[in-house]
């Protein structure tokens, strides 16, 4: 199912209402201006929503940049190796290089829905 701003990006070019366009049949008359307007809010809402989780992604993306950056910069210094402190920040900069890595993977693979179900799931039963 394409995004709410293709359906009425294709609604507008045929000329045809996006109910047409689910329904999968052709009706007569014109799409409500009503109905429009509310089909337009939500897409904006929708896409709002998208610009968000974007940007969170980015900037977690960044972040784990850096601390890879630490890392490794820490390991050519041959910092990481010793013990303490030092060896500690490496580690954790390590740690959440690869946290952010495993974030990115779920959230690009598609399986972050699939978890927020579960979740709900889980939520309603309890």
């Given amino acids: 199912m394409p995004d709410l701003d293709i359906l009425i990006q294709i609604a507008d070019y045929y000329e045809v209402e996006i109910r047409e366009i689910l329904d999968g049949e052709r009706k007569g008359g014109n799409m409500n201006?009503?109905?429009?307007?509310?089909v337009l809010k939500v897409a904006d809402y929708s896409n709002?929503?998208?610009?968000?989780?974007?940007?969170?992604?980015?900037?977690?993306?960044?972040?784990?940049?850096?601390?890879?950056?630490v890392y490794l910069v820490m390991e050519y210094l041959g910092v990481a190796d010793n013990t303490g402190i030092q060896e500690d920040v490496a580690s954790c900069a390590l740690g959440f290089a690869y946290g952010v890595m495993?974030?990115?993977?779920?959230?690009?693979?598609?399986?972050?829905?699939?978890?927020?179900?579960?979740?709900?799931?889980?939520?309603?039963?309890?």
């Fill in 33 to 38: 201006k009503e109905l429009e307007d509310t």
């Fill in 102 to 126: 495993l974030t990115g993977i779920i959230y690009t693979s598609g399986y972050l829905a699939k978890i927020k179900a579960f979740k709900r799931r889980l939520l309603k039963r309890g």
């Fill in 48 to 69: 709002h929503e998208k610009q968000k989780v974007t940007r969170r992604m980015c900037l977690l993306f960044v972040c784990g940049v850096i601390a890879f950056t």
